[in-house]
T-cell receptor
Framework: DGGITQSPKYLFRKEGQNVTLSCEQN?????MYWYRQDPGQGLRLIYY???????QKGDIAEGYSVSREKKESFPLTVTSAQKNPTAFYLC???????????FGQGTRLTVV | QKEVEQNSGPLSVPEGAIASLNCTYS??????FFWYRQYSGKSPELIMF????GDKEDGRFTAQLNKASQYVSLLIRDSQPSDSATYLC???????????FGRGTSLIVHP
């Protein structure tokens, strides 16, 4: 089945730790995105990538890093510099943006 | 700053009624418009997209676009309790890959 897979579904992090969220797609989409969703805040763009080995910062990139070494994969690292990382993280992909972005199931990150 | 505005709701409608969800946007260069449905605790699911002025129908859903007035709406006919969710409007500027999302409208369909 074609789709976007995020893992893990739930993640707990101790303060001061870096964690990496996985996102894999087999839709052959060029564009991939990472969003953060907080209650009442809507979706906020962290990073996006239009092609392999290229990515751009979104509105709230501070404290996050990404890589795009393969077309299928766009992992997100939440670093210790991110002061308020507890949130619902959504990865999405799109062929060209015009027909819409498709989301993975999301990763719920909690700092303990 | 591109803005996409939605009434947060909740919008409450009885089962079988028509639910009307509205969205306005600020960027006149916007070319593509999307509606997503998001159930509580789940990720957004694309319902429809529309490019041209007028109506686009898909089953019980109709998207309406008016570029001159800069609004897009979603009508849900014969609303069912299973339609209860948050509906997100998203707008894409021409030449861009990045949609701008509204904060969503909560819809409650009561039996």
């Amino acid at each position: 089945d074609g789709g976007i897979t995020q893992s893990p579904k739930y993640l707990f992090r101790k303060e001061g730790q870096n964690v990496t969220l996985s996102c894999e797609q087999n839709l052959n989409h060029d564009a991939m995105y990472w969003y953060r969703q907080d209650p009442g805040q809507g979706l906020r763009l962290i990073y996006y990538s239009q092609i392999v080995n290229d990515f751009q910062k979104g509105d709230i990139a501070e404290g996050y890093s990404v890589s795009r070494e393969k077309k299928e994969s766009f992992p997100l690292t939440v670093t210790s510099a991110q002061k308020n990382p507890t949130a619902f993280y959504l990865c999405a992909s799109s062929s060209d943006g015009k027909t819409g972005a498709f989301f993975g199931q999301g990763t719920r990150l909690t700092v303990v | 700053q591109k803005e996409v505005e939605q009434n947060s709701g909740p919008l409450s409608v009885p089962e079988g009624a028509i639910a009307s969800l509205n969205c306005t946007y600020s960027d006149r260069g916007s070319q593509s418009f999307f509606w997503y449905r998001q159930y509580s605790g789940k990720s957004p699911e694309l319902i429809m997209f529309i490019y041209s002025n007028g109506d686009k129908e898909d089953g019980r859903f109709t998207a309406q676009l008016n570029k001159a007035s800069q609004y897009v709406s979603l009508l849900i006919r014969d609303s069912q309790p299973s339609d209860s969710a948050t509906y997100l409007c998203a707008v894409l500027e021409g030449g861009s890959y990045i949609p701008t999302f509204g904060r969503g409208t909560s819809l409650i369909v009561h039996p």
